[in-house]
């Protein structure tokens, strides 16, 4: 069966340190990648998204993944976090097999920004 | 451009009842998607709709999961005979049919006691 593995399920990091949340996903076929945020008691907000073209993908808020097929990852990375940045971070894979594109998502990875 | 939009935001009932959670698309997006995410886990994928056709179902959508989307425009879920075990947040998606990109509301928190 085809997954999604966010290894690390909390990151605790200081305010303006780097950060990478690491995501794996099990099939090397054709892919469209995604990364989603979400704050407490709300849904999903798109970060990025990686569909074709440069494998270096920039988003909102300052962050950015880079997709490395040969490896089947997708991590996501932010040179300098601020606490605002404190959230809980979804990876997703949509595996182009025909049919909806439905999203499968790994456990998240809590990131945790502190003084 | 409004957004996905779901009610109610919030719902309490007992085991045994029936529920009914109402999602808006973003005007024009032709796919919506129903998604369930149990605390501490990820989202699961439960069914989606092309306009107004049901094209896949989850295996974890059981007979006393119904979804419909009259019209293609919103859709609605309704549980019946609600469990302990339905308790849950139940987020919608939608997405533009040439663009990937499926984008959420903020879903409906379901308690069942």
């Known amino acids: 069966a085809q997954s999604v593995t966010q290894l690390d399920s909390q990151v605790p990091v200081f305010e303006e340190a780097p950060v990478e949340l690491r995501c794996n996903y099990s099939?090397?076929?054709?892919?469209?990648l995604f990364w989603y945020v979400q704050y407490p008691n709300q849904g999903l907000q798109l970060l990025l998204k990686?569909?074709?073209?440069?494998?270096l993908v920039k988003g909102i808020n300052g962050f950015e993944a880079e997709f490395n097929k040969s490896q089947t990852s997708f991590h996501l990375r932010k040179p300098s976090v601020h606490i605002s940045d404190t959230a809980e971070y979804f990876c997703a894979v949509s595996w182009l097999t025909g049919g909806g594109n439905k999203l499968t998502f790994g456990t998240g990875t809590q990131l945790k920004v502190e003084l | 451009d409004t957004g996905v939009s779901q009610d109610p935001r919030h719902k309490i009932t007992k085991r045994g009842q029936n529920v009914t959670f109402r999602c808006d698309p973003i005007?024009?997006?032709?796919?919506l998607y129903w998604y369930r995410q149990t605390l501490g886990q990820g989202p699961e994928f439960l069914t989606y709709?092309?306009?107004?056709?049901?094209?896949?179902k989850s295996r974890l959508l059981s007979d006393r999961f119904s979804a419909e989307r009259p019209k293609g425009s919103f859709s609605t879920l309704e549980i019946q005979r609600t469990e302990q075990g339905d308790s849950a947040m139940y987020l919608c998606a939608s997405s533009f049919q040439a663009e990937e990109t499926q984008y959420f509301g903020p879903g409906t928190r379901l308690l069942v006691l």
């Open positions: 099939s090397s076929v054709s892919v469209y």
């Open positions: 990686y569909l074709s073209g440069s494998t």
């Open positions: 709709f092309q306009n107004e056709a049901q094209l896949e």
């Open positions: 005007s024009e997006h032709n796919r």
